[in-house]
């Protein structure tokens, strides 16, 4: 906002809590969380499908939204508060709103979206903002057993076990939760989780290979229960796969689909991100553990813009040697965001700063509180 370069002494924020509203926009119902947190800076939560990550003055400006404050003493507040008049206060607040409801009648919504409000860097937030649950390390028939860690775990928490984490986490402010695996889809219980945290207000994702998506009713059953968007996992030799990918595009649900650049694959990968534009397919996500394909890869990361490709990072992907984490981690390193803006919980309930840190284990999310996990 323009006011901010006015600022000179420090002000105090809005005290921290949880704000909720429910609403009709063009008939159609819409609902809004808003975390504020200790610094004043927010997390607002639209339809328990996107969240945005706010700076204290925009923060604010959620805050007056929620409560129907009349912009007038919306205005007057905030003017009091930053020390600014009440003209400008007033047209920054009119903006806010005015993106908001936009937002509110745009469908397949970014699952992590920021407002023109300061930019917050993604890993710079000091709240956890998404818990990647692996629910089961099991894996399709004729799935190489290197691709999940089943050695990792004695056992797989129940579906009341899981439903306790979701809450633990919502109690503890974490808005966004995805699910994956092994093969998230083997549990039978998996609607019923996603309904769960519907219920909660929180964002819910699903990191997949798929397949089972491919079958309407079961990805229309998946829907209906809260799910909000998909990571599928591209088999390109796999018919199904592609079928999967033709199902999900045309429903209300964020897709992004995971392409692993590898020896088989890499002269027929330029065509693959083809039949992908070709399929309106918006978002993808690239990687690679062979070092002699990164060019390749960098590569192919222009193709796919030249297509309109969008390119997603940071949302997780296999547990094996095909992911982006053996490219962003050198020397062993935890990638930017680990173990703060993101951490993982394995089927047992243990918590790692990332997939794939197994040796530094923060806690066990049934079991301890968050406080010891997330110190």
């Given amino acids: ?20 509203m429910q609403a009709m926009q063009d008939e159609k119902p819409y609902r809004l969380h808003l975390r504020l947190q200790k610094d004043g800076s927010g997390l607002l939560i639209l339809n328990a499908s996107t969240v945005m990550q706010l700076n204290p ?7 007056h939204f929620i409560k129907g404050t009349a912009p007038e003493d919306a205005a007057k507040q905030i003017s009091a508060r930053y020390r600014v008049d009440k003209k400008t206060a007033l047209a920054d607040f009119n903006s806010f709103a005015d993106r908001i409801e936009t937002l509110i009648s745009t469908p397949d919504l970014d699952p992590a979206s920021f407002l023109d409000f300061e930019r917050v860097q993604p890993h710079s937030a000091d709240a956890t903002l998404r818990l990647d649950c692996a629910l089961t390390y099991k894996l399709p028939v004729n799935t190489h057993a290197e691709y999940a860690p089943v050695k990792r775990v004695d056992r797989e928490l129940t579906t009341a076990e899981w439903q306790t984490i979701m809450d633990k986490a919502w109690q503890a402010g974490i808005p966004h939760i995805i699910f994956t695996g092994g093969e998230a889809t083997l549990r039978e219980d998996l609607p019923q989780l996603i309904a769960h945290a519907e219920k909660n207000g929180q964002v819910c994702g699903l990191l997949t290979d798929g397949l089972k998506l491919a079958d309407k009713d079961y990805l229309e059953l998946l829907l209906q229960t809260g799910l909000d968007h998909v990571m599928v996992i591209l088999q390109p030799d796999e018919p199904r796969s592609w079928k999967a990918i033709e199902t999900i595009v045309p429903q209300d649900l964020f897709l992004t689909v995971h392409l692993t650049l590898n020896r088989q694959n890499v002269k027929d990968a330029r065509d693959i991100l083809q039949k992908l534009a070709n399929l309106a397919v918006e978002n993808i996500s690239l990687s690679t553990s062979e070092s002699d394909l990164l060019d390749e890869l960098l590569q192919l990361q222009s193709v ?14 296999p547990y094996s040697a095909s992911h982006p984490m053996a490219i962003e981690t050198q020397d062993d390193e935890v990638p930017a965001g680990a173990g703060k803006t993101w951490m993982y919980v394995e089927p047992d309930g243990d918590v790692l700063p990332a997939q794939g840190e ?3 284990i923060l806690g066990n999310f049934l079991r301890d509180d968050w406080e010891k996990i997330s110190k």
């Fill in 304 to 317: 796919a813009s030249s297509l309109r490709l969008t390119i997603r990072f940071d949302l997780p992907v």
């Fill in 57 to 63: 003055t925009a923060a604010e400006c959620a805050f």
């Fill in 358 to 360: 197994a040796d530094k």
């Fill in 1 to 20: 906002m323009n006011f901010l370069n006015q600022i000179f002494t420090k002000v105090a924020p809005l005290p921290a809590g949880t704000h909720h």
